[in-house]
């Protein structure tokens, strides 16, 4: 399938194994480090909630910018905004994208790759030596599959404005898939 028309990918640090991965196929290939980060940022979130919180409530206790004493009461007797349950949401959130894309980052070259590359290649020559779609079906048209590998391609470099994933198999992966016949 001609790439045509679609962004191209910045050349990294090491080789490409795919431009546009699909969104199981990085969970699938997730690090162990990975899902230690997301934990990390899983736990400490409602740690540092709690630090804020804790901040905020002894800078009104000192008089901090001519605060009045009914303020001063009502703040004390007020619950955080964000309690354990919605910072401990909120950090799962966060921890998951980040371990996404530093999962991301090793399909795009951008950081060490070698475990995923002979992974990707034992799980992709599999597929075309059964006779599979590499990639997998897809229900959409051909321009379909187009637009939507032109939409997520780089939305990784974009995820913390707009956390953007591949769900659509496709053909545009910006690599030779003449290695998995071999």
Not at 45 to 63: E, F, H, R
Not at 98 to 122: C, H, M, P, T, V
Not at 151 to 161: P, Q
């Amino acid at each position: 399938m001609s790439e045509e028309g679609l962004p191209t990918i910045p050349k990294g640090d090491y080789p490409l194994i795919d431009a546009d991965p699909h969104f199981s196929r990085v969970m699938r290939y997730f690090r162990f480090s990975d899902i230690g980060i997301w934990a990390a940022v899983t736990a400490s979130a409602p740690l540092l909630v709690g630090l804020m919180d804790y901040n905020k409530y002894t800078q009104i206790s000192k008089g901090v910018q001519g605060t009045i004493k009914g303020f001063l009461i009502a703040a004390r007797q007020r619950r955080s905004m964000f309690g354990p349950a919605p910072s401990l949401f909120l950090g799962a959130v966060g921890g998951f994208l980040i371990a996404y894309q530093r999962s991301s980052y090793r399909f795009l070259g951008y950081s060490e790759n070698a475990r995923e590359q002979a992974k990707d290649l034992e799980e992709l020559s599999k597929r075309a030596k059964a006779g599979l779609p590499i990639y997998g079906e897809s229900a959409l048209t051909p321009e379909l599959q187009k637009i939507a590998a032109s939409y997520s391609r780089l939305a990784i470099f974009k995820f913390s404005v707009f956390p953007l994933f591949n769900f659509v198999n496709h053909p545009y992966h910006g690599v030779d898939t003449s290695k998995y016949f071999k």
